[in-house]
């Protein structure tokens, strides 16, 4: 069955994960005596997190990313055999099992780099790299798979992950004064110019903000009696009347320098009590938040002396970290990017860190939550201002900034922030302006109703997750749900029961018909995601709605189907006329055993109550066994199948019938 198991999470996998995750924990030992190497994982896109488990000597430099692991160490330390290394553990989904997992590592000319990949005590596989490789003398380049499918024998591990409420957060500067806006630096000035103390501004800017979605500003805060501390107990005010979100940025840059630990004890000393208790000051779990700038400027050991120092004395707080490197989480609870138009593929950053970030309690002891936010920047300029490198990003007229949120959304995050409300010095600003009027703006609100409004179901989107057939659904049949708005923690609910969810993303979700809809002639399908319920979709109930699923997750072409030696039917591999192959499928109603929501099959195995036929290229194939697939979730259905001995070699169509049902056209064996 371990081929099969492969084979279903491959036909099922999603863009998300639902609330309750399930994944394997898998352990890289990469160590080097070369003076640097590097581990490239090709395939990244299923490591839901990661975490740095210890070090091995004393490396000049060791990190680890969702796609890389890199090491360093002085040159004359390799020259003297010294040996560096990492220790990694991963969060797999189980759809990592599907496909071999690929790595490339590199290294200088000195001697060797080790890679021993682990599933608790037992090694999968070691692969030892020393030499020059020909022909590439500057990396020394080797190509190698892992291969995952052995840990179908063992269950993965399973944890609830609760997730926030949505916010749209926008960086907030409360450092202008009227003479701000006669600078000749500034390439854009406010509709209206304003000094930060004004309280009319300040809530005009909050009426503002609300009105395009933003639920909250993060404004930056320079320590106690500075400008900006003044002007936050203003902001807190104006936000309380307005029912608006604040929290700060610490600043933790000092003439381009991290401060240091005492000044960043006696600042957060200070802000802890002096605001915790204000209505519109943000809190998490009942502690206040904090964004911190430049988090990475500071040592990580520094950072969590100061926070165990504050919460020896009662003084604790939810914090964010700037930046994507989630050895950051060992202390902050939170990770976040402020700009991020110098980001290559933004999209794909933004999703592997959100995973990274929002499933690394599943590596821990004692899990806690994380915040992830996504953010969003309109571009940027710094080209006017004295001293900068003259970096430039074109708004092209709103198009980088509907990049921007397409690459957040698409990446699951718990919170969007604006990269900004109002830094007119960098020319990130989203404030109304000379130049672009409320456009900004408008192009936040339609964001942000898109994301935080209620999950839309697309016209005819609920359809069998094998065939894409839409109509009646069956108890226990696997759908797939199509829309908008939807979120990696979704529920859907039937007369508002929640089903079993196999995945979740953005805009699909794999849930399972629970089987109490057999009692009922029709059921009312929503979504809910965070509380946000989309309208409610009736479908008509079936007795059976039989789809087989396929190889590439299609519903049409070759079957995911297994020959009777265990091996995946193909072109390449296929089945003896006369063998026996196993077919997977869904949607075959009511079973003997009844069906239990999001089991998995064991003895005694469940029987559909309807009978089941099969015609393989017309032909009548004898059924040898039909009920649930030993292990898969309820809902996925194996079928033995005996192939026709008349048959004739290449693909032929396969027909599944239950009861008065039939599976979707188009579906093949390959016979040989």
């Not at 519109?280 to 430049?294: F, R, S």
């Not at 933004?346 to 860190?353: N, P």
């Not at 009548?620 to 066994?625: I, P, Q, T």
């Amino acid at each position: 069955m371990r081929a099969a198991k492969i084979l279903l999470m491959a036909a099922l996998a999603s863009a998300g994960c639902a609330q309750t995750v399930s994944f394997y924990r898998v352990r890289i030992e990469y160590s080097t005596t070369s003076d640097w190497s590097t581990l490239e994982i090709e395939n990244p896109e299923h490591i839901l997190s990661l975490r740095r488990m210890g070090l091995r000597g004393n490396p000049a430099r060791a990190s680890a990313q969702p796609e890389r692991l890199s090491l360093n160490q002085p040159l004359a330390d390799a020259q003297a055999g010294q040996e560096v290394g990492i220790t990694v553990d991963y969060a797999l989904e189980p759809a990592a099992l599907v496909e071999p997992w690929r790595f490339v590592l590199k290294k200088g000319a000195l001697k060797g780099s080790v890679v021993r990949v682990l599933h608790g005590n037992r090694l999968i596989r070691e692969v030892n790299h020393t030499g020059a490789v020909p022909g590439d003398p500057g990396y020394n380049t080797l190509r190698f798979t892992v291969d995952l499918s052995g840990l179908q024998t063992a269950e993965p591990s399973r944890l609830d992950l609760p997730r926030p409420a949505k916010m749209v957060w926008a960086f907030y500067y409360p450092w202008y004064t009227l003479n701000s806006w006669t600078s000749s630096q500034l390439q854009d000035r406010p509709l209206t110019p304003y000094a930060s103390d004004d309280p009319k501004a300040i809530a005009r800017q909050i009426e503002q903000a609300q009105a395009a979605g933003i639920d909250g500003f993060i404004s930056s805060w320079w320590g106690p009696g500075h400008y900006t501390d003044r002007n936050l107990k203003l902001l807190l005010e104006a936000a309380r009347v307005a029912g608006f979100r604040v929290t700060i940025y610490f600043e933790t840059l000092r003439s381009g320098q991290g401060r240091d630990r005492d000044e960043i004890y006696k600042w957060l000393s200070y802000f802890i009590p002096e605001y915790r208790d204000h209505p519109a000051l943000m809190k998490v779990n009942g502690k206040p938040l904090i964004v911190v700038w430049a988090s990475e400027s500071v040592p990580l050991a520094t950072w969590s002396e100061v926070f165990a120092a504050l919460r020896s004395r009662g003084l604790d707080a939810v914090y964010l970290a700037m930046g994507r490197n989630a050895a950051s989480l060992e202390v902050f609870d939170g990770l976040h990017e402020y700009g991020v138009f110098t980001i290559a593929d933004l999209a794909s950053a933004m999703k592997l860190a959100s995973r990274a970030t929002r499933h690394y309690p599943l590596l821990e002891e004692a899990p806690r939550p994380r915040i992830w936010a996504s953010t969003v920047q309109p571009g940027y300029d710094e080209r006017t201002i004295p001293g900068r490198k003259g970096l430039y990003q074109d708004r092209l007229d709103g198009a980088f900034y509907r990049s921007t949120w397409e690459a957040a959304l698409g990446s699951d995050p718990d919170w969007v922030f604006i990269c900004t409300w109002n830094e007119w010095w960098e020319h990130t600003h989203i404030e109304p302006s000379e130049l672009y009027q409320d456009q900004y703006l408008q192009i936040t609100r339609e964001y942000a109703r898109r994301w935080k409004g209620r999950p839309q179901l697309a016209p005819g989107g609920v359809v069998n997750a094998a065939s894409y057939a839409a109509g009646a659904v069956a108890p226990g049949e696997i759908v797939a749900v199509f829309g908008t708005g939807f979120c990696g923690d979704a529920r859907v609910l039937f007369d508002g029961h929640a089903a079993t969810v196999i995945s979740a993303g953005p805009t699909q979700i794999n849930a399972v018909v629970p089987y109490s809809v057999a009692d009922s002639t029709s059921t009312l399908l929503q979504v809910d995601c965070r509380d946000a319920r989309s309208e409610a979709l009736t479908l008509p109930v079936a007795a059976s709605a039989p789809g087989i699923f396929t190889a590439d997750s299609s519903g049409r072409g070759q079957g995911a189907i297994l020959n009777q030696d265990g091996g995946l039917n193909s072109a390449a591999n296929p089945a003896a006329r006369g063998s026996v192959v196993q077919i997977f499928a869904t949607g075959e109603g009511e079973t003997y055993p009844p069906g239990v929501d999001g089991k998995p099959a064991a003895e005694p195995l469940p029987k559909p109550l309807l009978p089941v036929s099969v015609s393989i290229g017309g032909l009548h194939a004898d059924v040898l066994y039909a009920g649930g697939a030993p292990g898969l979730i309820a809902g996925v259905f194996q079928v033995n199948v005996r192939v026709p001995a008349a048959l004739a070699a290449g693909p032929q169509p396969v027909v599944l019938t239950v009861g008065a049902a039939s599976s979707q056209p188009g579906v093949t064996v390959s016979v040989k």
